[in-house]
């Protein structure tokens, strides 16, 4: 019998290392007593106690979770109702639809940013937090609706239907029937839209006003600035909340009728 090779496993191993290694540094120098990083200096919490009493730092995530809040609420009803258009009706008029709700997912973030720049201002319309708020819809819907379609896959409509031939009206049909079973859709969808929110620095670096600074545009500020092991700290704290909330929404999207 032939033996099976083992460069597969090599390969992933060295994968995973690309990619987690980076993270397992700014953890390991976060605890770091030196500055700059580098050379070890002994273990201290130092960082994380500047981190907490930095006020600018808490004004920008106290900005970027209206954000992301109001984004992923919005983006979870027009994400929710184009998935149930994409499923519910078959037309050439959806095809162009289809394309349009992909278009956000493959766009370069650069030229999106760009875009949603020159119209905002042919519009005259000042940059702040809205100007975010509506580019974060933006793309967070397309995402929403397409988690969503998925869990549209496996629906049957016929029990739609039968709760309106029961007596239902549409709206409670709606209620009792489709939002129960796409509940884990729209929540893993929603999840996934908050950490876009969250995380994005491109896009909100072009539509973001002077008094309306996220915590992605902090750390660009604080890494040319400030104290890198401030920000160790703070990439620590935003990677575990981010793979807790991917965690989550991989969990919801995995719960079956």
């Not at 005259?124 to 397409?146: G, K, N, P």
């Not at 496996?154 to 009206?169: I, V």
């Not at 995380?199 to 006003?209: K, L, M, R, S």
């Amino acid at each position: 019998m032939k033996k099976r090779s083992r460069f597969p496993f090599y390969v992933t191993v060295a994968i995973l290392v690309f990619f987690y290694l980076p993270i397992i540094i700014v953890f390991m120098q976060s605890f770091n007593a030196s500055r700059f990083g580098g050379a070890w200096k002994g273990f201290t919490l130092q960082w994380y106690y500047r981190l907490f009493a930095d006020k600018n730092i808490w004004h920008a995530l106290s900005n970027t979770l209206v954000i992301a809040f109001g984004s992923t609420f919005v983006s979870i009803i027009l994400g929710t109702m184009a998935a149930f258009a994409l499923y519910r009706y078959k037309t050439k008029l959806q095809i162009t639809h289809n394309i349009l709700i992909y278009l956000p997912l493959v766009i370069p973030d650069i030229l999106m940013g760009i875009s949603l720049l020159l119209f905002f201002v042919s519009l005259r319309i000042e940059l702040s937090l809205f100007t975010i708020l509506l580019s974060h819809i933006t793309f967070c819907m397309s995402y929403v609706a397409m988690v969503v379609l998925a869990r549209f896959q496996d629906f049957d409509y016929s029990t739609f239907e039968a709760a309106l031939d029961l007596g239902a009206t549409w709206w409670i049909a709606v209620k009792r029937v489709l939002v129960p079973y796409l509940g884990p859709g729209i929540a893993a969808g929603g999840l996934l839209a908050f950490t876009l929110s969250l995380d994005d620095f491109v896009i909100t670096f072009f539509v973001a006003g002077p008094d309306s600074t996220t915590l992605p545009l902090y750390i660009y500020s604080m890494m040319r600035h400030g104290s890198p092991s401030v920000i160790n700290a703070l990439s620590v704290l935003m990677v575990i909340f981010t793979f807790i909330v991917v965690f989550i929404s991989k969990k919801l999207m995995e719960v079956k009728e």
